[in-house]
């Protein structure tokens, strides 16, 4: 079959912030896309096809805003593909992206992903433009108050992972977050938003853009930089709601991570992996997925972030990057996992780099978390021989 | 009883606030004096400007040009009955427009009287708001009228030095559209019981699931539910899972104080009804196990009127919310996981 | 030529009801449509290796209103799915381009579009640059007129050439039973009409349109085991252009047209039958000149959008009836196309071909 290796040898992104009022939409992408270019020594005329993945338009207030941005992203007379798979859509456009590549049917290929959420109000799209809006908060809340009953963890946890991850995000220059002085106490103290998530629990509202080049086995091999190689890709979804649904460990996650693993030949991904990007957007879904991603035991996902195993510095750090509760341009958010995954493997993760990291997983999900995308990425096509 | 809304008019309303960046901002302050200008990119001129040079995506630079006020028409259609979008509310014409000094056209709206009026090659002028009016936006053009003398503009092609700060940095953009969404089949039934005090599910024939509302389909099976699935399910039961929510305040928000949302297993069915309001007790009151029943509305005051096709669940205004019975609480383990 | 395991075909294809006005959600239009899709090919949901579909939430005016159609899939267990906010030709070209992956052998695609809540003269005035054109209300019946002017003043059509694609769509939409608007119509009393968007008449633009529709894919030996006749892909591409019609260099051409069809190779054998996705009447002429087709091909044979256009659905009609022309009328080589956007902005082609 026409499979071929893929590299990723190129990585941007904007600073991520609250407003992004010094740039327009085209601004903001061509930021990230341009960061992404000059990583991979190329120029716009090198790429052969576009990717566009974003959140809802009715965040923005701009329909299929890939019309308006092809030639801004130099797609002109080129492919250029949108995609929309709720919260997991950014990882979504860094698997379309890629399968543009291993399908042969591209050399070099850029995905983008962004959101500019300032430009209008995501509790007002997701009510649906009426009053009393839950917001992902409100719809994920209770998922959280079931987990913590079914684990027996203890209330600190949450806390725990929304300082960890917010000191990760202190060191990287794009966070929109920079916390370096949080503290359990401080999050403690913070206003309770969706009992039982406090505010510092909880995932900031931000503009920004992430972008990634691919290319072919050829052009990684060849890149002045070092690769990361897509070892697998996943795509699971279910239906939102019926009797008998779990969606504090769901169905969809498992297989999605099943499916990676035994791609790549891992039995043992606490063993063999050695770093992970989740999307955790309000902090109890770190011990949540590790679980769903059967790193830990179910009941055991607590003990790792408990432990500090998902610290930086630890046996298996998630979230390097800070995460999702560091930056937030929802749409981009999860390509910007992927390409946390894929620095790393890359030795380019600067102050927040786990050291000799060789095999990377990275995930999204969406809606009601039950549309999931993972990637694993590797220093080498056999990270594990 | 009130007859069922079979048809809902909903206006999505949303104060977008659009910031300019650097090359929108240079255009749209210098608009608001009064002055169109465009860039030199790739050996031409674009007004209006873009910041990357829409053939190749390089940046366009910073080489203003000033351009117009005169231009010349090169393609025409007439809008002889504008929308509350348009901003003529009379019968007028959509145009492209090669301002003096620039290479590609720009579209804006042309305001000439009568259709028999336009033509190709017709020479127009801008005609502004009152400067105090100018706002830095596309429409501080009021539109282009029939130039008195088609002579060509003064200064056009001359180069345009910005300011090292602009005035206008960002765009309020109304976005004001109509939606007249219609209720599909299983809604209506839905509102029917609803009006009629009673709570409907409909009962999958392959796994026995229940839906509260109906949905006419099983979306496990993906078969179609047809009326012989109906079933009346008990309007009480047990609190499973809770959120209390404080309200970001954002345009139509209704809320200002925290609210709770609970979702409640129907008494001895499998189907669980999710946000749900809770009444007669404090939000930090609620507990997970805790016996409800529903509250509704007296029959004359019954209104299904706001419940649309993808309020599965919606009590609308005939369900008040759901208060406590007094009956000994259930052990929280047997119902917490039980979300949907 | 012998086929491979690298080959992919079309081998199922259903639609659904094609209405002003359904009285269904997207999600109840796509239940039955998916399941005849399924159904048509011998297989059960569970044989499905990969699901995506293309839809817009501004149709509905609600976000993630593409999420509650995943309840027409039955995806339990969890399903390989995507979605594109595209018209569903594209979502097959995802569900293309999946396959070769070469882990699964079987994919459906579909498309969805409740057109009738929402009125298209408003609606997609917020598809067009956000600083230049939204804040004028520019319309998409607008910017074709004014692309249909250029088109005139050109000198290669004249209105009557516009009418008379009108009333060769809508006769040839007698015999598609899923057609909206079909029928015998004088190309004199159509030029007689009022115009809409001068020189456009109400004829010249597409009608609105509820529907769905979905198509199977197979690869290599699975498509003769599905299909007796498959609709092999042995072409596909699609191009986009500038965004601003204004910035093109030549309006009346299809620039990305002409560049999808050379890469998807139209010019390696003649085209039995095309299906030309132009909302606009005046559109097709301009495609057919991109395409550069001679004589030979029958054009849009179904009646093509102006005689039924759902959006989100109309692209992916174009290939499910030009793989229909090889499945089942025993054609040898067609071609499907698609667009979206302002004036042709983005255009997808693709060429079908069945076994000698
Ligand atoms: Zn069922």
């Known amino acids: 079959m026409s499979h071929q290796p893929v590299a990723v040898v190129g990585i941007g992104q904007t600073h991520h912030k609250k407003s992004r009022a010094d740039v327009s939409i085209a601004g903001l992408v061509r930021e990230a896309a341009l960061r992404a270019l000059e990583d991979a020594n190329m120029d716009w005329s090198d790429i052969d096809a576009v990717v566009l993945g974003k959140a809802p338009d009715l965040f923005e207030g701009v329909m299929k805003p890939e019309m308006y941005l092809a030639d801004a992203l130099g797609a002109v007379n080129k492919p250029m593909f949108r995609v929309h798979t709720a919260g997991s859509v950014g990882g979504s456009t860094g698997i379309v992206g890629s399968h543009l590549v291993s399908s042969g049917r591209h050399k070099r290929v850029l995905s983008i992903a962004f959101e500019k959420q300032s430009e209008g109000n995501a509790q007002f799209a997701l009510g649906g433009g009426k009053g009393a809006s839950i917001g992902a908060g409100g719809a994920f809340a209770p998922f959280i108050r079931a987990y913590i009953r079914r684990s027996g963890a203890p209330e600190d946890i949450g806390w725990q992972v929304a300082v960890k991850d917010r000191l990760n995000g202190a060191k990287n220059p794009y966070a ?49 930089k070092p690769p990361a190689w897509v070892l697998a890709t996943a795509m699971k979804s279910e239906p939102s709601t019926f009797a008998g649904r779990d969606p504090v460990s769901p169905a969809a996650a498992h297989a999605c991570s099943d499916e990676i693993y035994r791609a790549i030949g891992v039995t043992n991904p606490r063993e063999q992996i050695d770093c992970a990007e989740l999307y955790v957007p309000f902090s109890w879904y770190e011990p949540m997925w590790l679980e769903a991603h059967d790193i830990a035991a179910p009941g055991d996902g607590w003990r790792m972030t408990a432990e500090g195993a998902t610290a930086l510095d630890g046996s298996f750090p998630v979230n390097m990057s800070g995460g999702v509760l560091s930056s937030n341009p929802i749409g981009a958010s999860g390509l910007l996992r992927f390409a ?32 999931y995308a993972m990637w694993a990425v590797g220093s080498s096509l056999d990270p594990l021989g | 009883m009130p007859d069922v809304v079979r048809e809902s008019v909903f206006n999505l309303q ?71 979008l348009h901003t003529v509310k009379h019968p007028f014409a959509f145009a492209f427009i090669t301002l003096d000094g620039a290479d590609t056209p720009m579209i804006h709206v042309v305001d000439a009287g009568s259709e028999s009026a336009m033509a190709a090659g017709m020479r127009v002028e801008a005609k502004f708001k009152p400067t105090e009016e100018c706002a830095g936006r596309i429409d501080d053009i009021i539109a282009f009228v029939p130039a008195a003398d088609p002579s060509p503009s003064d200064g056009a092609g001359e180069p345009y030095a910005a300011p090292a700060e602009n005035a206008i940095t960002m765009l309020d953009s109304f976005c004001d559209l109509t939606y007249v969404d219609n209720t599909s089949a299983s809604t209506l039934l839905w509102m029917e019981s609803l009006l009629k005090g009673q709570i409907i599910g409909q ?138 | 030529m012998a086929r491979t395991e690298n080959d992919i075909a079309i081998v199922g294809f259903a639609q659904g009801e094609m209405e002003r006005r359904s009285q269904k959600t997207e999600t109840e239009m796509m239940l039955p449509v998916v399941a005849e899709a399924i159904a048509s ?103 074709a007129a004014l692309q249909a002017r250029a088109l005139l003043d050109s000198g290669r059509a004249t209105e009557r050439d516009f009418a008379e694609v009108v009333a060769r769509n809508r006769a040839s939409a007698k015999s598609n039973p899923k057609a909206q608007v079909a029928g015998d119509f004088d190309v004199d009393e159509l030029l007689a009409a009022d115009y809409v968007r001068n020189p456009l008449r109400r004829h010249d633009l597409p009608p ?8 199977i894919l197979a690869r290599g030996k699975k498509a003769y085991e599905l299909c007796e006749r498959p609709a092999w892909i042995t072409g596909f591409d699609h191009r986009i252009e500038a965004h601003l019609p204004t910035m093109r260099a030549d309006i009346t051409r299809s620039v990305s047209t002409a560049l999808a069809a050379a890469g998807a190779g139209v010019k390696n054998g003649p085209i039995d039958v095309a299906e030309i996705y132009a909302p606009f009447s005046f559109q097709e002429l301009i495609i057919r000149d991109a395409l550069d087709l001679d004589a030979s091909t029958e054009i849009n044979p179904s009646g093509g959008a102006l005689a039924t256009n759902p959006v989100m659905v109309s692209g992916l009609i174009r290939m499910g009836e030009a793989a229909n022309q090889i499945i089942k009328n025993g054609k040898r080589r067609t071609l499907a196309h698609a667009t979206s956007g302002p004036c042709l902005q983005q255009n997808l082609v693709a060429v079908l071909e069945g076994d000698e």
């Open chain 3, 41 to 143: 090919v011998g297989l059960t949901k569970s044989d499905i290796g990969f699901t995506v579909s293309g839809s817009c939430d501004y149709l509905s005016g609600q976000a993630f209103s593409f999420v509650s159609n995943v309840d027409a899939y039955g995806a339990w267990p969890p399903i390989n799915e995507s979605h594109v906010e595209m018209d569903g030709a594209w979502a097959l070209y995802e569900a293309f381009v999946r396959l070769m992956q070469g882990d699964i052998d079987t994919a459906l695609a579909a498309g969805v579009g409740k057109n009738s809540n929402s009125d298209a003269s408003t609606l997609y005035t917020i598809e067009m640059d956000p600083y230049y054109l939204t804040p004028l209300g520019a319309d998409p019946w607008s910017l």
């Open chain 3, 208 to 215: 609105t349109t509820d529907g769905c529709a979905a198509i």
């Open chain 2, 203 to 340: 009962v999958c024939p392959m796994c026995n699931r229940t839906y509260v509302g109906p949905r006419n389909m099983c979306c496990v099976d993906a078969i179609p539910l047809d009326e012989s699935t109906l079933v009346t399910v008990p309007d009480r039961g047990v609190v499973t899972n809770f959120t209390i929510i404080t309200p970001v305040q954002y345009p139509g928000q209704t809320e200002t104080e925290p609210f709770v949302r609970v979702s409640i297993l129907l008494e001895g069915t499998d189907a669980v009804m999710a946000q749900q309001s809770v009444l007669e007790i404090p939000a930090s009151e609620v507990r997970v196990g805790m016996h409800v029943e529903a509250v509704w509305a007296p029959e004359s005051e019954r209104d299904v009127s706001d419940i649309g096709n993808r309020g599965w669940g919606s009590g609308g205004e005939c369900i008040r919310g759901w208060r406590p019975t007094g009956q000994p609480d259930e052990p929280a383990e047997n119902f917490v996981e039980r979300m949907m």
């Open chain 1, 340 to 371: 946390e995954a894929a620095l790393q493997v890359r030795g380019m993760a600067g102050e927040h780099q786990v050291g000799g990291a060789k095999l990377a997983l990275a995930q999204a999900y969406g809606a009601n978390a039950q549309f």
């Open chain 2, 14 to 84: 949303f104060p977008f606030t659009r910031s300019l960046g650097s090359t929108l901002s240079t255009f749209f302050s210098a608009l608001a004096q009064g002055q169109l200008i465009g860039v030199r990119t790739g050996g031409r001129v674009i007004a209006p400007p873009l910041e990357y040079d829409p053939d190749t995506a390089a940046d366009a630079g910073t080489d203003y040009v000033k351009v117009g006020p005169k231009g010349t028409v090169s393609s025409w259609t007439w809008v002889p009955e504008p929308t509350h």
């Open chain 1, 176 to 224: 929109h977050l920079k916390l370096a002085d949080i503290t359990i106490e401080k999050v403690k103290e913070s206003p309770m938003m969706w009992d039982p998530l406090h505010f510092l629990e909880s995932c900031p509202s931000s503009d920004g853009a992430c972008a990634v080049v691919f290319t072919d086995e050829q052009g990684g091999k060849a890149a002045s």
